[in-house]
C-alpha cells in the first residue's frame, strides 16, 4: 500500500463501524439510486434528541463504506442537531472533492435523513418499515 495514503480511511475500510442493522430502530432510511440500484440504508436509535445507537449497510463502493464509517462514529452518542451540523459539514468537505466520493457520501447522508423523517413518522403514528428518498447521483461514476 502507498504511504499517502490516510490510516483512518484504511482503518474503516478494512474495519468500518457500525456496519449492519439495529434491532428495533426508532428510524430507518434508505438514500438509492434508481439508474445504478446502489443505496445506502441507515439505521437510528434515539431517545431523547440523542443518537444512542447509529448502523448503516450498503451495497455501494468503498468510499461508500468508508463514508458509512466514518460519519456514523462521529454522530454515534450525540444529539441530533449535533449530527444535522455534522451532515451539513461533511457535504461541504466532500463537495471539494472528487464527484464519486460526492455521491457516495451524497447516498449516506440522504439515507441518514430518510431515517430522521421515518423516527418522525413513527411518532405520529405511521407503520411503515422505512423512507426511502432518491439520489440523483450515482456512486459508480466515471471519473
Known sequence: MENNLNQEIIEHLMHPRNYGPLENPSGVGVGHSEQSGE???FYLDAKNDILENVGYATN????TVVL??????MIKGES???AQSAAIKLREK??????????????VLTAFEAAQIHQQQKLEGSFEDLHA???G???EVEV
Open 68 to 73: 458509512g464509517s466514518m460519519f456514523t462514529e
Open 39 to 41: 443505496f445506502v440504508i
Open 137 to 139: 447521483m450515482e456512486c
Open 80 to 82: 441530533l442537531e449535533y
Open 94 to 107: 466532500v463537495a471539494l472533492g472528487p464527484v464519486k466520493q460526492q455521491a457516495c457520501a451524497q447516498m
Open 60 to 63: 455501494g463502493c468503498h468510499d
Open 133 to 135: 428518498i432518491e439520489i
